[in-house]
C-alpha cells in the first residue's frame, strides 16, 4: 500500500472540523455541469469533504447505537472512512487494509496533537 502520512490525515481532521455544514453535496446523474462523465462527477463526489463528513457521522451514530466500547472502536473506525475517501472504495479490496487502519489509528493516538484533532472531529460529529 501506499506509504500513509498521519499529519495529511490530521490536515483532514482539522478541515472537518471547521467545515460547519451538515449535508452532501447531491451526486448528480448522467453529465454534470461541465459535461464530466458521470464516473468522474461521482469521484469528484467522493473527495467532497462534506460526502466524508456525512459518512464518518452516520458510521459514527450506528457505532454508537450498536456498541459498548463506542470510545475504543471509533477512532480506528474514523480512520477507515478516512482512508476510504483518500484512496477509494478499491483499498478495502487490499489484503492488508484492516492491519493498515489499526497501525495508522495507533500511530494517530500516539502523536497527542493528532489525536487530539480526532477525538475533538469525533466529539463533534456525535453530538
Do not use: Y
Amino acid at each position: 500500500m501506499t506509504r500513509i502520512d498521519p499529519s495529511r490525515i490530521a490536515a483532514i481532521f482539522q478541515q472537518l472540523r471547521a467545515e460547519k455544514t451538515d449535508s452532501p453535496r447531491p451526486v448528480s446523474r448522467g453529465a454534470d455541469k461541465s459535461g464530466q462523465p458521470v464516473a468522474e462527477a461521482a469521484a469528484g463526489q467522493r473527495r467532497d469533504p462534506e460526502n466524508l463528513r456525512h459518512n464518518l457521522r452516520l458510521r459514527l451514530a450506528r457505532l454508537q447505537g450498536e456498541n459498548g466500547n463506542f470510545a475504543e472502536l471509533a477512532p480506528e473506525i474514523a480512520v477507515r472512512e478516512v482512508l476510504v475517501w483518500e484512496f477509494g472504495d478499491e483499498v478495502l479490496n487490499h489484503p492488508d487494509f484492516h492491519q493498515v487502519a489499526a497501525s495508522v489509528t495507533r500511530t494517530i493516538q500516539a502523536n497527542s496533537k493528532v489525536n487530539a484533532e480526532l477525538q475533538k472531529l469525533i466529539r463533534q460529529l456525535t453530538r
